[in-house]
């Protein structure tokens, strides 16, 4: 007879296991179509400013989309071919069910001499805070630019030397301010940037986010996968693309995906629809969790068993769950932090003579998380368990 350690199929470790950051990347796009009612009408109730350039005015424009119905929303929010038919989408990238009324929330261009910072974007709210409950600044593809000093380790955003444009100033306004919700960017990106700048300081802010309680769109994320979860990189890889001639520097640098901008050299979401609708559903999946959804109540079928027992609940290392007789296998075990994110994921194989599955819980910060069973046919229990 096997051990119950011989039913233990490690899955998923997260790379963020330890973190409490809420990240939205590529991976959440496909949660769009899963938010419920009652969580979306609490998103769109929320006031909402983010400060941007002009792919921020494309982001803009999608929401704007978003919020019509499909049949009669503008035809560039439904643009799906491509002036290159190898990187047209399939329609459904392009489609959406319902109307997602987004007049609570806005967009606002950074202010003139201003230089893409977060001490400026801080003035700029200073006096208009009473008027928002999330914030949030992204800094362009302009300010990613190869030579840009932004991700430098002694002076750039998360260098050595703090300045007026650098994470901790940010992090010490989302502090003084608890009762607003702070949005952490990745930056946008362009077919030519894809820069060394912009892989470290996007790598930077994942790895902040990593260590540290945040909320961060990673825009460069999304727009760096194509539809297929495949990534994208940069326009010098010696293909010829209509005025598009650079030689192969054989780097793969993450770029915006052909399929999601028309430009050689830029990354604007305007003349085709997918990149700019696949952000904005991201965004509505973003506001949804700032608004209370836990990212997992998708399935009008789930349902608790309530003859299963978890113990000790709170729990310091070790915890046990003792399942009935009529339980269907394999049985997928997977716990989540209160921002939703996957932070390990088990499975049982097949019963064991006790009836009892044990998990290792060192390494669990002290908190409140989600254990979620299921099997094929569906959810069998969510429940919160607290680590001390």
Excluded at 132 to 146: E, K, M
Excluded at 293 to 319: C, H, M
Aim: glycine share 6%; aromatic share 12%.
């Amino acid at each position: 007879m096997k051990s119950i350690f011989q039913l233990l199929l490690i899955l998923i470790i997260h790379p963020i296991a330890f973190s409490q950051s809420l990240i939205i990347d590529h991976n959440s796009v496909k949660d769009f179509d899963h938010i419920p009612e009652s969580y979306k009408i609490n998103a769109q109730n929320q006031r909402m400013l983010f400060m941007d350039r002009s792919v921020g005015a494309n982001i803009s424009s999608n929401l704007d989309c978003l919020a019509k119905p499909w049949a009669s929303a503008p035809n560039y929010c439904k643009r799906y071919q491509h002036r290159d038919s190898a990187y047209a989408v399939d329609p459904s990238e392009v489609f959406w069910n319902g109307v997602w009324d987004r007049s609570h929330w806005r967009y606002e261009f950074w202010p003139n001499n201003c230089s893409e910072d977060v001490q400026c974007f801080i003035d700029f709210m200073s006096g208009r805070l009473d008027s928002f409950d999330i914030i949030g600044c992204q800094f362009s593809y302009l300010a990613v630019i190869q030579g840009s000093k932004i991700a430098d380790p002694v002076t750039g955003f998360f260098g050595s030397k703090p300045g007026r444009n650098h994470a901790s100033v940010y992090e010490a306004f989302s502090k003084a301010n608890p009762n607003k919700k702070v949005i952490w960017w990745t930056t946008s990106l362009a077919r030519g940037i894809g820069s060394p700048e912009s892989q470290a300081f996007n790598d930077q802010m994942r790895e902040y986010a990593n260590n540290n309680n945040i909320i961060l769109f990673d825009v460069a994320d999304i727009l760096s996968h194509d539809p297929s979860g495949k990534a994208c990189y940069d326009n010098r890889d010696g293909v010829d693309y209509f005025d598009e001639t650079h030689p192969d520097d054989g780097l793969n640098i993450p770029a915006i995906c052909p399929q999601y901008t028309t430009e050689t050299e830029g990354g604007h979401l305007g003349s085709i629809a997918a990149g700019g609708i696949r952000v904005a559903k991201a965004f509505w999946v973003l506001m949804a969790r700032l608004s209370g959804w836990d990212g997992l109540s998708t399935k009008t079928y789930e349902r608790t068993l309530v003859d299963f027992k978890i113990y000790p609940n709170p729990v310091k290392e070790n915890l046990f769950i003792e399942w009935p007789d009529k339980l269907k296998f394999p049985v997928y075990i997977e716990i989540y932090n209160i921002n939703g994110q996957l932070l390990k994921s088990q499975v049982m194989e097949e019963r064991n003579e006790s009836n009892v599955f044990e998990i290792s819980m060192p390494g669990f910060k002290p908190g409140s998380y989600t254990l979620r069973l299921s099997y094929e046919g569906g959810v069998i229990m969510k429940r919160i368990i607290d680590v001390f």
